[in-house]
């Protein structure tokens, strides 16, 4: 069975400094990886995604991140954060391409 | 471009009571999920499809069916409302190997 560990629920952070969201994952086959962000009273939006190839992936709005299959994380950086980045962010992980697993979410609360 | 049109937004139901909640795609997207998001316990699979005519159960199917008669809808039918089943629910599609589009969710109170 596959799970995932978002291990912060809330992450406050300064405007312009960076910012790392952690997610790790356990999974018995090779996986796929998501970030989500979700803004009040909205749906889900695509940040990147992990299918193969290069680890480092690069999102919108200026998010990334590192696919590490000997830690199996999958954490979210961001480099200078702004106010309009506070929202909640799901990691999600699918053997398949369809059948999706979440995290519990972590909310980001950037401060001015 | 609609991308995936969930309605309601919002309802309330009575306990027993039974709906519909509505889902479509306008991405001719082969695969399509139901999911329920409640407070600190991220999003939960209630039921998938991979195409027409094709369901199967996900993490939390109880009290849920589906049908998938199109590719381009994928209705979800709360079959006699509980308040457990109070929660706000998201459609999603998604095409072979890509990320899931969102809908833009149902908010369901039940009394």
């Known amino acids: 069975a596959q799970s995932v560990t978002q291990l912060d629920s809330q992450v406050p952070v300064f405007e312009e400094a960076p910012v790392e969201l952690r997610c790790n994952y356990s999974s018995s086959v090779s996986v796929y990886l998501f970030w989500y962000v979700q803004y009040p009273n909205q749906g889900l939006q695509l940040l990147l995604k992990y299918l193969s190839g290069s680890t480092l992936v690069k999102g919108i709005n200026g998010f990334e991140a590192e696919f590490n299959k000997s830690q199996t994380s999958f954490h979210l950086r961001k480099p200078s954060v702004h106010i309009s980045d506070t929202a909640e962010y799901f990691c999600?992980?699918?053997?398949?391409?369809?059948?999706?697993?979440f995290g519990t979410g972590t909310r980001l609360k950037v401060l001015a | 471009n609609a991308g995936v049109t969930q309605t309601p937004k919002f309802q309330v139901l009575k306990t027993g009571q039974s709906m519909t909640l509505q889902c479509a795609q306008d991405?001719?997207?082969?695969?399509m999920s139901w999911y329920r998001q409640d407070p600190g316990m991220g999003l939960r699979l209630i039921h998938y499809?991979?195409?027409?005519?094709?369901?199967d159960q996900g993490e939390v199917p109880n009290g849920y069916n589906v049908s998938r008669s199109t590719t381009e809808d994928f209705p979800l039918r709360l079959l006699s409302a509980a308040p457990s089943q109070t929660s706000v629910y998201f459609c999603?599609?998604?095409?072979?190997?890509?990320?899931?589009?969102f809908g833009s969710g149902t908010r369901l109170t039940v009394v």
């Open positions: 999603a599609s998604s095409y072979s190997g890509g990320g899931y589009t």
């Open positions: 999600a992980v699918s053997s398949g391409t369809y059948k999706y697993i």
């Open positions: 991405m001719n997207h082969e695969y």
């Open positions: 499809s991979v195409g027409a005519g094709i369901t």
